[in-house]
Structures are given as C-alpha cells and as structure tokens.
C-alpha cells in the first residue's frame, strides 16, 4: 500500500454517480448475505429426495488452445475434464463420462486461475485515511466482499490479502464465508492488521495528536511486541504475517532513501515464531538496508521491493525469496503528463524501472502481486503487462505468478497448473497471452473449484 497522502489526490475524483453506486451494490451485498444466512438456517432434519435426479459433477472443457505453465507448450486443441472441483484430465482429449456437461468454448486460451499475491479487499479509491476513520468495520467488511468478487470475476482465483487496513481480523471473515460458499471470491490468505511500530509508516502520524486516531496497523515496537502481535493474529485466524519494514520513502540525488523499522534480528525472531505457528512472514520493503534484513531473516516475499543491492539479490536467489514489484500501485499515483509532480512520482518510477531490470539481471525470483485496493478491483491484471514492458518474457511472467505464487500462498501442487489433481480454477481468453500478454485484461471465462462463475462473450484485447 502506497503512503497515505498520496491518496487524498485520488478523492475529489470520486463522482457522486460513483457514490451512489457503492450504496446500491452495498444495498446489493446486504440482501445477498441476508438471503445467504437464511438459507444456512433452513431446517436440517428435511431428507433428500433419493429419486430426485442427481447433479452430475462431471464437466469437460473445450477449447481451440490450453497452456502448458511450466513449460510453455500451447495444446491444441485443449480440453479439461473436471470432477467435482477437481481436475481429472487434461490433453487434445480427454474421456468424457456418460452425462458430463460440455463446455464448448471456441477460439480461446485455457490456463490456470490468476493469483494476485498483494491486495487490499479491505481498500477502495478514494481517500484512504478516511476512509479507514469514516467508514464503520462492518461497512469496510461489505465492500471488501465487493472487492473479493471482482477480482475473482476478472480472473484472479487465489488472493493474498496484505492487511486490512484498520479493520483487524475482519478479513478473517470475508475467507471464511467464501470457503463455506456464502459469497463469491478468489480462496484466500489473509493476515489481519499488519504490524507496525510507533510512528511507522502506517501509523496517523498527519493527524491532531490531541484526537488520537489510531494506527492502520497493529503496533509493535520491539521482538518481543511482535512475536505478541503474531499470536494474537493467529489466534484470530490469520494464515501469514504482514510487517511494515521500510518507510516513509523519499528521492534523494536520484536514488531511494527509505528508513528500516526492525533489524534483521527482530525480523528473524517474527519469522521463527511465525514459522513455528506454521505461517510465513512478508514484508512492506522499498529499499535498502530493510530489503536486506528482511532478505537476512528469511521472510517469505519482499513486497514492493523498489531497491535492492546486489547482496539482498543474492540471499534472495539463495534462498529463493520472490520479490513482488506492484508496479500497477506506483502507475496509479503517477501524476499527468506535465502536470506538476511535487512528490517526485514520476522520478521514483523511472528509478523502480531501472531497478527492476537490475532485478532480472540477477535473476533473482518474483511473485506477482498489484496492490489493489487504493485503484480499482478488477482492473489488476495490468500487472502482466507492464512487467513485460520492463523487460520480462511473457511466459516467465505467467511463470512468476502461477508457479511462484502458489508457493507463496502455500498451494503449491494444488493451484497454478492445469493438471489432474489440482483444484479445478480455470480462465479461458481470446488471443494466445504468450503473444499478448494483453489478453489477460480481458477474461470471459472463470471456473473456480470446478464451478462456473463467468462466461462472457469473447473479445480479443
């Protein structure tokens, strides 16, 4: 998540037409989930039918190409059998059962679900520090199921949500009614609050201090504080541990100065006790020497991930730690052409672009991951595109959010390819993404766990 300030450019641009369409599909949302709970309170002791005819779980997928992730091989044509919310088979043909449902899809692309390994469900445009201030938890908790089901309509199966800004474990909430089949939305990890020290970057440090407002992120000032914080987000049913190592951040003489917040012993001792909860640690990191401390204490993802000096690059290869560019949050907040740029948008993104290249170079792993939330859900997907402007093969892009992505979000041989025995979440588009990784902008096809939740009409990008 980019610095708070940044956003209150974004609010005036928020219509009143806009307005009054969150309250609608807010009102939307409320009906859904007051209909989604009756239902859960339907008397259990009504038996079913025994001569009703049974929902046949067999589905088979048909279309003109099918990607290879791990290789890059295009089959065609490609097709799916899927069982249940499995996958049984895959190849140019494969059997299909006595009443399975056919699924002609024509001139598309099957591959694996999308993952987007940095979102803010909890987040929307507009002016973040009030919105985290004005709107009640239980609102920020409707919109954030707004949010799940448009990055899952856009493609995006499997999520990391990095913090939620202010409302706890709420997000604790939104996984658990996607997983019981209440809403719609990609699966889920989430990490409640992130954590934070006293005056860190997500504190509200450009408010009164008479008033008081609190931190966006759950504090914690030394190991000890956060090893507490940790247990105190498992035991409210986070999956992973979002830190704030670095900020806030500025340009000086054409390179970024960034202050660390935790050393890389304090980090060492959030990633054990993390480790030992079965939970992984990631962390917020622009630049030097955070990155290298958080690279030292062995987190899971460096997230952001602007600076990177050559011996952060090399404990990352060694020890495989993706980094995660976001580069879609730092075009948001780019300002104009020629209008003025007082923050010095446009020189850190120029300077996160040379960076980058650096970063391929080395060959150090990446993840794939947007920020979503201060821009748009469901537009995300520009992700791809612009880590092929900067210098990526289309193919290793796929690669770094499929393959390292399920790794990330602990899927791994469960999500990210399309082979028999992994969860059956499936995009279809038009075009081949291997020639134009534009083509991921525009999904008309989403399958999660084998159950249809989009078909549109297709269209090329």
């Known amino acids: 998540m980019m610095p708070r300030e940044l956003a209150l450019k974004r609010s005036a641009r928020l219509s009143a037409a806009t307005r009054i369409s969150a309250v609608t599909r807010i009102g939307a949302s409320l009906a859904f989930i007051t209909i989604a709970f009756a239902a859960t309170q339907a008397p259990a002791d009504v038996a079913a039918d025994p001569a009703a005819p049974q929902e046949n779980p067999a589905t088979v997928l048909h279309a003109a190409r099918l990607l290879d992730v791990a290789t890059g091989r295009i089959v065609s044509p490609g097709e799916l059998l899927i069982e249940g919310e499995r996958i049984a088979a895959v190849g140019s043909s494969v059997s299909r059962p006595a009443g399975a449902t056919v699924i002609e899809l024509g001139d598309v692309t099957l591959l694996p679900g999308l993952i987007d390994a940095h979102v803010h469900l909890f987040l929307h445009p507009g002016n973040e520090s009030l919105q985290t201030v004005q709107e009640s938890v239980p609102q920020r908790t409707i919109l954030a199921t707004l949010a799940a089901r448009d990055d899952l309509l856009a493609g995006f199966t499997a999520e990391r949500d990095m913090g939620t800004e202010g409302a706890g474990p709420a997000d604790t909430a939104v996984r658990n009614a996607i997983d019981q089949g209440l809403i719609e939305g990609p699966r889920l990890r989430i990490s409640g609050n992130a954590i934070d020290l006293l005056g860190g970057h997500e504190d509200a440090n450009d408010y009164n201090p008479d008033q008081h407002i609190l931190s966006n992120a759950t504090y914690a000032n030394d190991a000890g504080e956060l090893v507490v914080a940790i247990r105190q987000q498992h035991k409210d049913g986070a999956d992973f541990v ?37 939970e992984s640690v990631a962390v917020h990191a ?137 969860y059956a979440d499936v995009i279809a588009v038009s075009g081949n993404p291997l020639d134009d990784i534009r083509a991921l902008q525009h999904v008309a096809f989403v399958m999660k766990g084998g159950v249809v939740v989009k078909r549109a009409a297709l269209g090329g990008p």
């Open 242 to 278: 979002k830190i704030y190592e670095t900020g806030r951040d500025r340009m000086q003489g054409g390179r970024l100065e960034t202050p660390f917040q935790y050393t890389a012993a304090q980090l060492k001792a959030a990633v054990d006790e993390a480790n030992r909860l079965g």
């Open 286 to 422: 622009m630049g030097e020497p955070g990155t290298l401390y958080a690279a030292q204490a062995g987190v899971a993802s460096i997230d952001h991930a602007t600076q990177l000096s050559d011996e952060t690059m090399a404990i990352m290869k060694q020890k495989r730690i993706p980094a995660v560019p976001t580069f879609t949050i730092f075009e948001y907040f780019l300002p104009p052409p020629g209008a003025p740029d007082p923050r010095g948008e446009r020189q850190r993104y120029d300077y996160k672009i040379k960076e980058f290249k650096r970063q391929i170079a080395a060959g150090i792993p990446f993840a794939l991951g947007t920020d979503v939330g201060p821009f748009p859900h469901g537009t995300q997907a520009r992700e791809f595109e612009l880590m092929v402007a900067f210098g990526m093969k289309p193919l290793a892009v796929l690669q770094a959010d499929l393959l390292n992505g399920s790794k990330l979000l602990g899927w791994e041989g469960q999500i990210g390819e399309l082979k028999p025995g992994y």
